[in-house]
């Protein structure tokens, strides 16, 4: 183990963005009070949108967003039209080639985006609203209430969600989109909630929190100003976590064929070439572009935790940097070289 | 002794909570579709049977709720799950029965295999952060996004399809009778190979990247440098004291994405109309099979939280901490 004084120097210099506050994570929306340490120049805005993966993340998710937008007006064919080109690979007519009754693939990918888009943005809007209201509420009051609030969630989190989902909804008469946001919600809201009372849990022992309830602060104010604001970065990673988990649950059920299959999107499109034998005739246009997107998604929805983990939890953000400038200096990189401050840590514990 | 109590605790309260809910689905949806289907199959149906589906769906209004609700649990504890209406008039149980193995069998060992793997990769990636390694990151990223279903379309149209190496569908060569012989058990794994590979494929990422995290936090804990500095084998310093402590989330992350990966696996099976749980309850969705859907799902969230219990005695093993009193 080689130590020379450059590491202690770069520790030093990695040490600062670790001591930022976790107030307003996302996209300096708190009080701009953090990056203040940073040597000379005006506080860095946005700081959040300077790690590469939250960008590339949000960049994608803007570009799916624009394409559930406007996407009914840009697909070139009707969906459900069908046509004499009957199982076309791609070409410049039909980019991503057509299926067995001469329908656009691309068309059926643009148009249903909406539909995952929607069920995932409603389905994590619904389970994150009630994962903070149960796990704010039982890590704050404590005690029996939190006991029973606990033990419901991880009756949630235990019990296999994709079957309960399966069942509910096979035994509904008619599932639209919106009701297989609701079923989705009422079954992934548990991983939120877990987190957010733990967190919660931490924060209510801490000095300000004290000061607010020791100048008789009602509780609500308590909650809404001092706790909720110092769990905007896990709200919003849980919020970004089920919107992937809901993307993938409809996709999956519509590939099931639970859901209505009349309504475009990735997985109805992914159920017809299964059920229209599109592997065993080899066309390989009919699932790839639809599984992609799914990819792409999901992706850019991970990119985007990664970049909320990152701006939490400084270890992992500043392993990545040092790792880099240690191999330029030739060093190899191994244990005990994570320059944090240890103070950084017990403040989050 | 107390967390191995609390948690016995824990597992009894889910288990009402799964029968309750399966108890309550049937009764609170719009709609009769039990009832119809019985007033078709009249006559064909034994009494017996039919008394057990109305218990079970909750036909008899005459019934208070709390009597219905008794009268389930006394139908489960005898292991009365109803009859299945598409393998009419085969009792549920049954038809369970016989595809519990396959899927135990191939998700079992798959997660098993996926964990393990992925446990023993993260480590070394994690170890050696910074380096060449640090790239398989993006593409577990992917891997980690991507349905398992659509890997399993994937793995199909380029094993079996084009290359020709594996079979597309089934779970052994139907020319073979079941029984214990190695060329039935050989078929058996041929068959189950491509599946296999699928799960590992796309559950291993997590993994990774998980034991990757924690070994990038862990290893620059005070007691890995103090172990580097008294000089003790690289090896050692990383799998005694870096690993040991890092695989403690790991396991109790297994247990919690249990039901995740269960999930995934179960739609895996459809692709591959492999005889296991999956393709059953998919079958059962299709053709509206009520009394074999629900069934289902209770034999699912049981084999889970057995599942549970085990990874719970693995990590009150590994831990210490969990055994002390207090």
């Not at chain 2, 402590?245 to 247990?255: D, E, G, K, M, R």
Request: charged letters at 15%.
């Amino acid at each position: 183990m080689t130590i020379d004084t450059s590491i202690v120097e770069e520790s030093e210099e990695l040490a600062k963005p670790s001591q930022t506050p976790m107030t307003g994570a996302v996209a300096a929306s708190g009080r701009g009070g953090f990056g203040r340490r940073r040597a000379g120049g005006k506080p860095p805005k946005f700081l959040f949108m300077r790690n590469s993966k939250a960008v590339a993340g949000l960049v994608i998710l803007a570009f799916f967003l624009l394409i559930a937008i406007i996407g009914p007006w840009i697909a070139p064919y009707d969906p459900s039209a069908r046509s004499a080109d009957v199982l076309q690979p791609p070409s410049w007519q039909h980019l991503f080639g057509t299926t067995h009754l001469g329908q656009d693939v691309f068309s059926q990918i643009v148009v249903g985006t909406r539909g995952v888009i929607v069920v995932g943005f409603v389905a994590g809007l619904l389970a994150t609203a009630i994962g903070v209201i149960l796990g704010v509420t039982a890590g704050y009051i404590g005690g029996l209430g939190d006991e029973t609030l606990s033990v419901l969630a991880n009756v949630f989190l235990v019990i296999p969600q994709l079957p309960l989902i399966i069942i509910i909804a096979g035994q509904l008469p008619s599932v639209g989109g919106v009701t297989v946001a609701v079923v989705i919600a009422i079954t992934g809201w548990a991983w939120g909630a877990r987190v957010l009372r733990a967190q919660t849990l931490s924060l209510r022992k801490r000095d300000f929190v004290e000061a607010a309830r020791a100048n008789g602060e009602s509780t609500w104010r308590i909650i809404t100003a001092e706790i909720l604001p110092n769990l905007t970065a896990i709200i919003a990673s849980g919020f970004v976590g089920t919107v992937a988990f809901a993307v993938l649950s409809l996709i999956t059920l519509s590939f099931i064929g639970i859901g209505n299959t009349g309504e475009w999107n990735w997985g109805t499109v992914l159920y017809q070439a299964q059920a229209q034998l599109a592997l065993q005739r080899g066309a390989w246009w009919w699932f790839v572009p639809a599984g992609l997107c799914i990819a792409l998604l999901g992706m850019s929805l991970t990119l985007i935790n990664f970049g909320i983990d990152e701006f939490v939890n400084p270890r992992l953000r500043s392993t990545g940097l040092n790792a880099r400038s240690l191999r330029k200096r030739g060093i190899r990189p191994r244990i005990g070289f994570t320059p944090v401050v240890h103070e950084a840590k017990e403040d989050r514990a | 002794m107390r967390f191995f109590l609390r948690r016995g605790l824990f597992y009894v309260i889910t288990f009402w909570a799964a029968v309750t809910i399966n108890f309550f689905i049937p009764r609170v949806m719009p709609g009769d579709p039990v009832r119809a289907l019985i007033a078709r199959n009249q006559g064909r149906i034994p009494s017996e049977a039919e008394a057990s589906l109305r218990i079970l769906f909750g036909l008899d209004k005459d019934a208070t709720l709390w009597q219905q609700y008794l009268d389930y649990w006394a139908l489960l504890f005898r292991g009365d799950l109803g009859i299945s209406f598409t393998y009419f008039p085969t009792p549920v149980s049954d038809v369970i029965a016989q595809a519990l193995p396959w899927t135990i069998g191939l998700v079992g060992i798959a997660t098993i295999l996926s964990f393990t793997i992925g446990t023993l990769l993260g480590t070394g990636i994690g170890w050696r952060r910074g380096t060449w390694a640090d790239s398989l990151l993006p593409i577990s990223t992917f891997f980690s996004a991507v349905p398992y279903f659509w890997l399993a379309l994937i793995a199909i149209s380029i094993f079996s399809v084009t290359l020709g190496w594996f079979p597309a569908s089934g779970s052994y060569d139907r020319s073979l009778i079941p029984m214990w012989s190695w060329e039935f058990v050989g078929s058996v794994i041929y068959y189950g190979t491509l599946p296999a590979l699928t799960v590992v494929i796309s559950s291993i990422s997590g993994w990774i990247l998980g034991m990757r995290n924690m070994m990038v936090t862990v290893s620059s804990e005070d007691y890995v440098t103090v172990a580097q500095a008294k000089g003790l084998s690289e090896r050692r310093v990383m799998l005694g004291y870096a690993a040991r402590n890092a695989i403690l989330p790991q396991v109790s992350s297994f247990a919690l994405s249990l039901g995740f990966i269960v999930g995934g696996t179960l739609v895996m099976e459809i692709v591959f109309s492999y005889q296991g749980i999956g393709y059953l309850l998919f079958t059962a969705v299709a053709a509206k099979d009520y009394p074999l859907m629900q069934g289902i799902f209770l034999v699912i969230t049981v084999a889970v939280l057995i599942a549970n219990i085990v990874a719970d005695i693995a990590y009150g093993i590994l831990d210490p901490r969990t055994r002390q009193e207090g």
